[in-house]
């Protein structure tokens, strides 16, 4: 069974700092990843994806791929309580095909 | 922003009974898939769908599950025979044929009593 793995958390982080969320993924044959965010009782909401080797930015948020050690990774830089969440990884074989989801990470951001 | 919509938020039917779930997905995606989550567990992948026919099912998806696209808009999910162990929270989520990211919509939670 392919899996992707992710701590459960909770991460307690204080505002205004550097959250980091890791991820690994058995399944090689896995191209493309995703960082979701989950509010309580809400559905996944897309923060980022990534499929090469290495750092894309978006904002607040840094994607890292290392595909050969397969792990993915996000961190949430100037962490605010609105991103207190469940944070999922997910990979996917191919452009089109399914996503394969981990069980998330919850970040608890104080103030 | 064009996003995914969802109908009914919340279904509650009884056990053996059969229900639709429909979805609307972003007007130019062409991808489609459903997922479901079980509450406190993973996002889990059901079926994708693409050019009017079921591209990838996963073993959840048996005899008692279809999707069918029945016109330019909506998308649905159909369980013949509930059982209570379908209760979960039934995501719909599209792909632009160009492109990695699925969204998702808001949701159905369906409860099987």
């Known amino acids: 069974q392919k899996e992707v793995e992710q701590n459960s958390g909770p991460l307690s982080v204080p505002e205004g700092a550097i959250a980091s969320l890791n991820c690994t993924y058995s399944?090689?044959?896995?191209?493309?990843f995703f960082w979701y965010r989950q509010y309580s009782g809400k559905s996944p909401e897309l923060i980022m994806f990534?499929?090469?080797?290495g750092d894309k930015e978006d904002g607040r948020f840094t994607a890292q791929l290392n595909k050969a050690s397969q792990y993915v990774s996000l961190l949430i830089r100037d962490s605010q309580p609105s991103d207190s969440a469940t944070y999922l990884c997910?990979?996917?074989?191919?452009?089109?095909?399914?996503?394969?989801f981990g069980a998330g990470t919850q970040v608890v951001v104080t103030p | 922003e064009p996003e995914v919509t969802q109908t009914p938020s919340h279904q509650v039917t009884q056990m053996g009974q059969e229900v639709i779930l429909r979805c609307v997905p972003i007007?130019?995606?062409?991808?489609f898939y459903w997922y479901r989550q079980i509450l406190g567990q993973k996002v889990e992948f059901l079926v994708s769908f693409y050019n009017n026919e079921i591209s990838e099912k996963s073993e959840i998806f048996d005899d008692q599950f279809s999707v069918e696209r029945p016109d330019g808009s909506n998308f649905t999910l159909k369980i013949r025979s509930t059982k209570l162990e379908d209760s979960a929270m039934y995501f719909c989520?599209?792909?632009?044929?160009?492109?990695?990211?699925?969204?998702f919509g808001p949701g159905t939670r369906l409860t099987v009593t």
């Open positions: 990534i499929y090469s080797n």
């Open positions: 007007s130019n995606h062409l991808y």
């Open positions: 399944d090689r044959g896995s191209q493309s």
């Open positions: 989520a599209s792909r632009a044929t160009s492109a990695y990211e699925q969204y």
């Open positions: 997910a990979g996917g074989r191919d452009s089109w095909g399914k996503l394969q």
